[in-house]
């Protein structure tokens, strides 16, 4: 077994990963409307973490699995992972500067040559961080030696360093003033909010190589055989990955296959959410434009930077949540009865967007476009303050749930944790497609998406408290392990 040390400084590279999630989350939707990206079509940007989530983490974890290297299995591809999440902000921070010098014009609406440039670089930073999130979970569990307590101090680092990535990562996009941190970020095609886009992800390249190279220098591999490996004595035969996953589905037991449909719903009611939340604040709540006047790229600009704060709030809410989850559960008479009532919180906290986006543009027809006052703002960042409790119960009791079930069906844990990814990413996927043209369809904002996701929460959180079987009584909960958006 190795010593915590080892394991507290693999778990930190979680820290550098969620760092460069939370700026996508916080940032990368105004960003690439800023481009010249219609609203409508933006979301379709975001299918690339969905399907690279999708196909890339099942992949790598399959390969790292039955790699042979001196380096070990997983060191190998947490070193390309970080290595292709440098090139990829790169690519995604200096999208407009390359897009100039490849020939778009500064008074050209749509910047075509940045716009592709940029797609390049984001699905490139998707596919590195599944590369890097998958293997460093698996190190961990190596590290652990199959010892339990071990396994549960692991993933509680682990999810205690994706908080510290997001609220570093959401409290340096809320800086309005960062890049003058690196003046040479701002140039006659990078305006304030590309310039500090810009230096966000320079920081975040730094922080990840900081933590990655200390990883891969201090920590060393030891290979545990399996458990077949060891009754047999000879190493265990590569199974086709494809066969895999089908056997995996082919064994679902009814319990799991309610907790997917629960889950995708519950994925179907966030991912509105968290695709559009920055853009909701700088569109709807500060009545700016990505594409406007200067006055209204201001207020946008001032809109997405207290959408920022409010996801940094979330964190530190969802943080705290998270450590609660179990006691309240057993408070409320079981867990699932506790994701139904979350999932009705969150259905309550999308709606409220309604009455936050009413008074906001109530008080610019009579006060002109101005900020929203305290009151308007804070009824904004009250609902993400509020929605990190939903939060924290979307990453962890489905990967609870879903441990109880397979332990009780004599599943593996491990096939049935990596299919339950699928029910989180094929929604993500589907909202991506309709989410834009849904929101185009009633004028172009962002409630309609809001109110599909209020819909969703309120049949995710019936089917959790009426459909979802009881998990077993002798079974207690296992340790919680937190995930990221996909």
């Known amino acids: 077994m190795a010593p915590l040390w080892k394991i507290i400084a693999v778990a ?3 820290a550098g990963v969620q760092f460069g999630w939370a700026l996508q989350l916080s940032l990368l939707t ?13 979301s379709f940007i975001w299918l690339c973490g969905p399907i690279s989530g999708l196909l890339v983490q099942p992949i790598v974890g399959y390969f790292s699995d039955r790699t042979k290297n001196r380096l070990g299995r997983r060191r190998p591809f947490i070193i390309v992972g970080a290595l292709f999440v440098a090139i990829s ?18 008074d050209q609406e749509m910047k075509t040559r940045a716009v592709a440039i940029f797609v390049v670089g984001f699905w490139i930073l998707d596919v590195a961080n599944n590369m890097l999130q998958g ?5 961990l569990a190596d590290l652990s030696a199959n010892d339990h307590k071990r396994m549960r101090v692991a993933n509680a680092f682990f999810s205690f360093f994706m908080a510290v990535g997001n609220v570093l990562g959401y409290a340096v996009g809320s800086i309005s003033n960062l890049y003058k941190l690196l003046p040479f970020t701002a140039t006659i095609a990078c305006d304030v909010y590309c310039a500090n886009l810009k230096t966000c992800f320079l920081i975040d390249i730094v922080f990840l190589a900081v933590v990655t190279i200390g990883v891969v220098v201090s920590v060393k591999e030891v290979q545990h055989p399996s458990q077949k490996e060891l009754a047999k004595g ?22 799991m296959w309610l907790l997917y449909l629960v889950t995708a719903l519950n994925w179907v009611a966030w991912f509105p959410f968290i695709l559009y ?10 009545g700016g434009k990505a594409q406007g006047t200067t006055a209204e790229k201001r207020l946008y600009d001032l809109g997405v930077h207290a959408g920022s704060l409010g996801l940094m709030l979330n964190s530190v809410v969802l943080g705290f949540s998270s450590l609660a989850v179990e006691p309240l559960g057993k408070m409320v008479g079981g867990v699932k009865r506790w994701w139904a009532i979350v999932n009705f919180i969150l ?4 709606a409220c967007t309604v009455p936050v986006t009413k008074m906001a543009k109530a008080y610019r027809a009579a006060h002109g476009p101005v900020p929203p006052p305290a009151n308007i703002k804070g009824g904004a960042l009250s609902i993400f303050s509020v929605l990190g409790i939903p939060l924290s119960v979307t990453y962890s009791i489905p990967f609870a749930l879903a441990s109880i079930y397979s332990s009780s069906a004599g599943a593996g844990q491990g096939l049935s944790l990596g299919v339950l990814n699928m029910a989180i990413v094929i929604p993500q996927m589907i909202v991506s497609v309709v989410s834009g043209r849904l929101d185009e369809a009633f004028g172009g904002g962002n409630l309609p998406a809001f109110i599909m996701g209020a819909v969703a929460a309120v049949v995710s959180g019936l089917m959790a408290l009426f ?7 002798q079974a207690s909960m296992p340790a919680l392990m937190a995930g990221g958006g996909h």
Not at 89 to 106: E, Q, S, T, Y
Not at 234 to 255: D, H, I, R
């Open 277 to 286: 939340d920055t853009d909701w604040m700088g569109l709807e709540v500060y």
């Open 347 to 350: 259905a309550i906290g999308l």
């Open 30 to 42: 105004p960003y690439v409307q800023q481009l010249g990206v219609p609203h409508m079509w933006a």
């Open 234 to 255: 000879e190493p265990e035969p590569m199974t086709p990955f494809g066969k895999e996953v089908t056997s995996a589905f082919q064994n679902l037991s009814k319990p």
């Open 467 to 473: 459909v979802l079987p009881n998990p077993p009584s």
């Open 135 to 139: 293997p460093c979970r698996a190190l």
């Open 12 to 14: 930190s590279i979680a």
């Open 89 to 106: 902000v790169f690519l995604i921070g200096f999208a407009a500067d390359l897009g100039h010098m490849a020939g778009d014009r500064l």
